[in-house]
C-alpha cells in the first residue's frame, strides 16, 4: 500500500496577542487554528482544541506579556495538549521570551531562570522554540531542541535610513549591546557611543550611575535596545545625550513592555521618538502616545514559519545576523 505523504501547518493563538498572530495567519494565507482557552474559578488554566491536529506541523504563537506567569503557563498547556493529541512538530513561538533578564547568576544563591523556562518548554513537548530580539544570545543554548533567533534589525534600519537625515550615531545603552549597536551602526553608516551605567543590585529596575563615552554632539542620536520595560534607564540616557549636545534623541527597541511608570516618562521625555514593534500588545495608556511608534514583526514571523515548515533555511532571511 502506498501512501501520499502531505505537510499541513495549522497556526495556533494564545491570549496574549491575538491580532499579531491573526496578522501572521493572514502573510501565510491561512487561518488560526480553533482552540477553546478559559479559566476556572480558582485561575487554572484550560485548553482543548476544537480540531484535529493530528499529523500536522503546529505553531502556538505567544509573547509572555503582563500576566506573564499566565501567559507562558498557557502556552506550556497548549503545548501539551498538542502533544498528547498526536501534532507531528509543534514550535512554540514565543516572540518576546518571559524572565530572559534572569539568563545567569550575578550573585550567589540566585536562579537561571530563562534556563527554567526553557526546560520546561521541552517538558511540555515544543520540538522548536523560535524568539525575536532574545536579551542575550546564549538563551539559545539552554535547550537541546532547535532555538530559532530572529531580529527585528532591519525593519529598524529601514526605519531609520527613511526618518533620519544628516549625522547620526548609535548609541549602546550599557556594556551588553555593543555588538547590536555595532550592526545598526553598520546599517546605517553612523559613527558609535556607549553610555555606562552602574544598575543598583538592591533594587530592580534602578541604575545608579550614567556616563556617556563618545561623541554625541551636534548628532542624531539613536539608542538601540532589545526592550523598554520602565523606561528608567531610557529617558535618564536620552537627557544625557542632550546634555551632551545631541540633536535629536530617538530610541527603537523590539520589546515595549511599558510597565508602569513607562508611559508618563515617556511621554515627558526629551525623546523625539521611541520606535517598538507589536511583539507586545501596547497597554492601553499608550495608545495615541505622540512619540511612540509601532512597527509589524508580523513579516519577519511569517517568513520563519514558512521557512520552518518548508525545511527552508532561517538566518538566510536575515542574512546570518539573527544571533
Known amino acids: 500500500m502506498k501512501i501520499a505523504s502531505s505537510k499541513r501547518l495549522m497556526i495556533f493563538s494564545g491570549s496574549a496577542n491575538v491580532p499579531l498572530a491573526e496578522d501572521v495567519a493572514e502573510i501565510l494565507g491561512v487561518t488560526l487554528g480553533e482552540v477553546e482557552l478559559s479559566s476556572f474559578a480558582n485561575g487554572e488554566i484550560y485548553v482543548r482544541y476544537n480540531e484535529s491536529v493530528r499529523g500536522a506541523d503546529c505553531f502556538v504563537i505567544q509573547s509572555h506579556s503582563s500576566p506573564v506567569n499566565h501567559h507562558i ?57 523560535v524568539s ?129 511608570p513607562a508611559v508618563d516618562r515617556i511621554k515627558n521625555s526629551v525623546l523625539e521618538e521611541l520606535v517598538i514593534t507589536n511583539s507586545l500588545p501596547l497597554p492601553p495608556t499608550a495608545e495615541g502616545l505622540p512619540n511612540l511608534s509601532v512597527l509589524s514583526i508580523a513579516p519577519q514571523l511569517a517568513q520563519a514559519i514558512d521557512a520552518i515548515f518548508n525545511d527552508a533555511s532561517v538566518s538566510r532571511l536575515f542574512r546570518g545576523e539573527n544571533f
Open 132 to 260: 525575536v530580539d532574545l536579551h542575550t544570545g546564549q538563551i539559545q543554548g539552554f535547550t537541546s531542541t532547535p532555538f530559532d533567533h530572529l531580529t527585528a534589525l532591519h525593519g529598524f534600519a529601514d526605519y531609520l535610513t527613511g526618518t533620519i537625515s544628516g549625522p547620526s550615531v548609535i548609541v549602546s545603552p550599557d556594556s551588553g549591546r555593543v555588538k547590536l549597536a555595532e550592526k545598526y551602526a553598520k546599517h546605517l553608516g553612523s559613527e558609535m557611543a556607549l553610555i555606562y551605567k552602574r544598575r543598583r543590585t538592591d533594587l530592580r529596575n534602578e541604575v545608579e550611575a550614567l556616563w556617556v563615552v563618545g561623541e554625541v554632539e551636534e548628532r542624531h542620536a539613536i539608542i538601540v535596545d532589545d526592550m523598554v520595560d520602565t523606561a528608567g534607564t531610557l529617558i535618564s540616557a536620552a537627557k544625557l545625550l542632550k546634555a551632551r549636545g545631541a540633536l535629536t534623541v530617538r530610541a527603537v527597541a523590539t520589546h515595549g513592555v511599558l510597565s508602569h
Open 73 to 129: 503557563m498557557e502556552q506550556l498547556i497548549m503545548i501539551d495538549a498538542l502533544q498528547r493529541a498526536s501534532a507531528k512538530r509543534i514550535t512554540a513561538v514565543v516572540p518576546f521570551f518571559g524572565y530572559a533578564r534572569q539568563d545567569k547568576k550575578v550573585r550567589a544563591r540566585e536562579p537561571i531562570t530563562a534556563r527554567l523556562l526553557a526546560d520546561m518548554f521541552l517538558a511540555a513537548g515544543a520540538d522548536r522554540i
